[in-house]
């Protein structure tokens, strides 16, 4: 059987039905940039930018020129591998003097949330263009303030939204937004994962902001705003956490939190520091989308319903990866003046819902959104 998509068309032989995705999977940014590549510093080398450093072999427009870390030997270590020469190693401490380094043009704050905004700031009075991981802050005045900072310095702010530049769910976006399901009814999404160490940084509120909403429940939250492409007018929240659990005497472990879009779509969605989880759902008046695992590093897989049919979308083999993508996209529009798909201003439309989520919860009561 065959059906039509509006950008391809699809071969179908039945349920399980394998097919390529479609336009929505290619590079994000096709603008004029010319043919250099920026210097990025990374500031902070734990685990996530143990994953993003190997990246910049598949860049076009970006290399890792500069380290930031408490700890100089691991910074030598690192020099080492990425070839980063010594004159680009900082601490913490002589952070600052990054603004008299003409081989850094970007700052990529890979720190501990809490103190994303601290360093943001002190990018930003550098001369620095920034990334910043998410959450952006941890509090929605904290996002104000960073985004007040680069703009004053004249300088890009993007957060580090990795999922915006990873083909299956640019795809996902695409099949949802273009009306391929029908009308969008119902959006599911669930993230957690079963924290360990008691002693992380992740449980300390100081350092995180809050538990697994800051952290992994975030990724519900921008499944359900990008997928839809709409922003909640209202949310509703319960938390559940065990006090008495040595790991959550500070922050939060599961909150379910439901988000109501103007359109009527509703989403319904899970954070968790409990127990595994990483998919959403999509179910419209014609059809739905799933997606498992959703956003994870690679191996994203994608299943379509459409009438009598079940169709998994795979993405090509060549796609540019989710990493790589996110890195040029900042490069490119700092060259070409473009902003990025996902400035601070998106890190700060999730902040103040989070912030919405958590009051919900507290005051057990729905909360309405400000357009
Ligand atoms: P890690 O704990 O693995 O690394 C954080 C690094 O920050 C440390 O290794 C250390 O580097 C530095 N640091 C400075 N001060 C402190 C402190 N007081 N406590 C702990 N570390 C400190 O964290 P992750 O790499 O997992 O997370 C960092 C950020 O990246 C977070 O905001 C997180 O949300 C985000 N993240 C994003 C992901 C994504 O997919 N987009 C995935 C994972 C994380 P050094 O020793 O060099 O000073």
């Not at 043919?35 to 510093?41: E, M, N, P, T, V």
């Not at 500069?66 to 980063?84: H, T």
């Not at 949330?113 to 620095?128: F, I, P, Q, V």
């Not at 969008?184 to 992740?202: C, K, L, M, S, Y």
Request: aromatic share 8%; net charge neutral.
């Amino acid at each position: 059987m065959t059906f039509r998509s509006s950008r391809r068309e699809l071969l179908v032989s039945g349920a399980g039905a394998v097919a390529a995705l479609g336009a929505g999977a290619g590079p994000v940014f096709a603008g004029q940039a010319d043919g250099r590549k920026l210097g990025y510093a990374i500031v902070g080398l734990g685990m996530y930018a143990d994953v993003i450093l190997p990246r910049f072999a598949e860049c076009r427009h970006s290399r890792v020129t500069a380290l930031v870390s408490g700890s100089r030997e691991k910074a030598l270590r690192y020099a080492a591998q990425y070839g980063v020469p010594e004159s680009g190693l900082y601490s913490y401490e002589t952070f600052d003097t990054i603004r008299d380094n003409p081989e850094v043009d970007i700052v990529y704050v890979i720190l501990p949330n809490g103190m994303h905004h601290e360093y943001t700031l002190r990018a930003a009075a550098a001369g620095k263009h920034v990334m910043c991981e998410k959450p952006m802050a941890n509090t929605a005045a904290e996002a104000e303030e960073m985004i007040a900072a680069c703009r004053a310095a004249g300088r890009k702010l993007m957060i580090g939204y990795r999922s915006h530049f990873e083909p299956a769910n640019r795809e996902a976006m695409r099949i949802v937004r273009e009306g391929e399901l029908g009308r969008p009814r119902i959006v599911t999404a669930e993230t957690g994962f079963n924290i360990g160490d008691p002693t992380q940084w992740r449980l300390n509120r100081a350092l995180a902001g809050g538990g697994s909403m800051m952290d992994i429940g975030i990724y519900s939250l921008q499944a359900a705003r990008y997928l839809t492409g709409e922003e909640p007018v209202s949310v509703s929240a319960v938390e559940s956490t065990d006090r008495s659990d040595v790991r959550f005497r500070e922050v939060e472990d599961t909150i379910n939190f439901q988000l109501t879009f103007p359109s009527g779509v509703v989403a319904n969605c899970v954070s968790t520091y409990g127990s595994n989880h990483n998919r959403y759902r999509v179910v419209g008046t014609d059809g739905w989308l799933d997606a498992e695992p959703a956003t994870a590093y690679n191996g994203n897989r994608l299943r379509l319903r459409r009438g009598r049919e079940t169709v998994e979308l795979t993405p090509p083999a060549l796609a540019v990866n989710q990493f790589s993508g996110q890195l040029d996209h900042l490069s490119q529009c700092v060259m070409t003046g473009a902003e990025p798909i996902v400035a601070g201003e998106e890190g700060l439309k999730d902040m103040r819902i989070i912030e919405a989520i958590y009051r919900s919860a507290r005051e057990g009561r729905a909360v309405t959104l400000q357009a």
